[in-house]
């Protein structure tokens, strides 16, 4: 199957800080990107989905303002947790997908905010 | 909305045992099922079904879908320890952005 990363792995950060994780299809174009939040033992929800080169689209309840998305190119997504505070620490896990075939998944970030 | 019920929520089994993981959906216009593995990472995709009646398997695990009821199964045949982990479901919709909305997964422990 294709192959999608994240950097970082998982990260620690003060609270009023940003925070940005990246996301890459390694050897695919992924013409969408979506971003996913999972809390401990619930479920992956779903907080925005991006195009290529447009801006991304988010779920209700997800401030587009304080979780700020870019897809410049085909194989990179961003995803950039703005002044994060305790609640947002939480699993965010990305995916990409090309033409149309199925969702990849990253291997996940774990931010932690103090 | 879309949405994903899947049943149990947690199961424990003895190595060898057969389990049986269920889901059940309500999907605007529906295009696919998926099943996925997570374990301590993220998920790593297991099945995609599309057409009722059609098993898919891989190995020990097998999946089928029924569109008529609007479920789904997920049988794992002589569990292993390694086959612990959080299985869930999800249903694609047809959408321009062919989201997927997740069940809330259920828990399966092997032990020996």
């Known amino acids: 199957g294709a192959v999608v990363s994240q950097h970082p792995s998982w990260v620690i950060c003060k609270s009023g800080t940003s925070v940005k994780i990246e996301c890459r299809s390694l050897?695919?174009?992924?013409?969408?990107m979506f971003w996913y939040r999972q809390f401990p033992k619930q479920s992956l929800m779903l907080m925005a989905t991006s195009n290529e080169g447009s801006k991304a689209t988010y779920e209700q309840g997800v401030e587009k303002d304080k979780f700020l998305i870019n897809h410049a190119s085909l194989t990179l997504s961003t995803l950039t947790v703005t002044s994060a505070h305790p609640e947002d620490s939480s699993f965010y896990i990305c995916?990409?997908?090309?033409?149309?075939?199925?969702?990849?998944f990253g291997p996940g970030t774990r931010l932690l905010v103090l | 909305e879309d949405k994903v019920v899947q049943s149990p929520l947690s199961l424990v089994v003895h190595e060898g045992d057969t389990v049986t993981l269920n889901c059940s959906y309500e999907v605007t216009n529906f295009r696919s099922l998926l099943w996925y593995k997570q374990e301590k990472k993220a998920p790593t995709f297991l099945f995609m079904l599309?057409?009722?009646?059609i098993e898919k398997k891989s190995g020990r695990l097998s999946s089928i879908l029924d569109k008529k009821e609007l479920f789904s199964i997920l049988n794992i045949t002589a569990t292993q320890t390694g086959d612990s982990a959080v299985y869930l479901c999800a249903v694609e919709n047809t959408g321009t952005a062919s989201k997927l909305t997740f069940g809330t997964g259920t828990r399966l422990q092997v032990t020996l």
């Open positions: 050897d695919f174009q992924a013409t969408t």
């Open positions: 995916s990409g997908r090309g033409g149309w075939e199925t969702q990849y």
């Open positions: 599309t057409s009722s009646g």
